[in-house]
């Protein structure tokens, strides 16, 4: 499982994301999907889940969160993401449909609230950088705990983005 507390002890510089090949097709690592487009340190993600992986991408606090939900792993989190902005893509304003995408991301972003309870931010580089610097032995006091620490991308990200993801998540069941 994808545990952001080890990820983000990863040499400094190294969580940045490149593009992939446009011609690649590769499935996503984190959620299995497929439709990969960018890597992070040689990781191939899709657009829905590169920011979980890309701490030192500079604007990586505008365009992701920390929340804290234990329940849902990295990837499902992702997938969950995916059928929500997919929603917000095919439905109109007003649509059943619509709304509810906009509860679950609306409780998704809430979940802030929690992460800043459990570590004073939500903030990524603030984690990354608290984490990069712990001792030794205090990675050895988590006994290989996993957080419940977890990544939400935001609206930023997925407006930055729109036309790519727009692309990704119509044929997001293609088979790599
Ligand atoms: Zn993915």
Request: proline share 6%.
């Amino acid at each position: 499982m994808h545990d952001l507390v080890v990820h983000f002890r990863a040499p400094t510089g190294s969580l940045t994301s490149r593009l992939l090949p446009t011609d690649a097709q590769t499935a996503c690592a984190c959620c299995g999907l497929a439709g990969a487009t960018l890597t992070v340190n040689e990781t191939p993600l899709c657009l829905v889940c590169a920011p979980a992986y890309a701490a030192d991408d500079q604007q990586i606090d505008q365009h992701a969160a920390l929340i804290w939900l234990p329940q849902l792993d990295q990837g499902s989190l992702s997938r969950l993401i995916r059928a929500a902005w997919t929603a917000l893509l095919v439905w109109s304003p007003g649509h059943p449909g619509r709304d509810r995408a906009l509860t679950i991301l609306d409780d998704l972003s809430g979940r802030r609230e929690t992460a800043t309870e459990k570590i004073g931010t939500y903030h990524p580089s603030h984690l990354r950088l608290a984490v990069s610097t712990l001792a030794p032995h205090h990675m050895f006091r988590r006994q290989g705990a996993v957080s419940g620490l977890r990544i939400l991308p935001v609206a930023a990200w997925r407006e930055q983005n729109s036309e790519a993801l727009s692309k990704l998540l119509i044929n997001r069941n293609t088979a790599p």
